[in-house]
């Protein structure tokens, strides 16, 4: 019964690493794997669902929040060059 829903996520993950490897920019790139750990978090769950494992909740919302972090990471990598820098009050006087 639930393998229909199986196979359209397993088919969305595989369009999101399309999407990823055929992206314009690296913006757009970045958004591809984004979706790509998002499908993955809901796969995860689903597969949880279907084993009787409860515990793979947990694990789907761990990877949820390093998704999202690595994210705001890497977007911030590739914007100032630095993780760890930020603007600053001197860049927003120059706007």
Same mark, same amino acid.
């Given at each position: ?14 369009? /999101? #690493? +399309?999407? @990823?490897? *055929? ?6 790139? !970045? $958004?591809?794997?984004?979706?790509? =750990?998002? %499908? ?19 694990? /789907? #919302? +761990?990877? @949820?929040? *390093? ?6 990471? !890497? $977007?911030?990598?590739?914007?100032? =060059?630095? %993780? ?12």
């Amino acid at each position: 019964m639930f393998e229909i829903p199986t196979f359209i996520i397993l088919f969305a993950m595989f369009l /999101a #690493l +399309v999407s @990823a490897i *055929i992206g314009s920019t690296i913006y757009d790139k !970045i $958004l591809a794997v984004n979706i790509f =750990g998002t %499908i993955t978090v809901l796969f995860i769950a689903l597969f949880g669902f279907l084993n009787k494992r409860p515990d793979f909740l947990d694990i /789907a #919302l +761990v990877y @949820a929040l *390093i998704n999202f972090i690595s994210t705001i990471a !890497i $977007l911030k990598f590739f914007e100032y =060059g630095d %993780i760890s820098k930020g603007s600053t009050k001197k860049e927003e006087a120059d706007i």
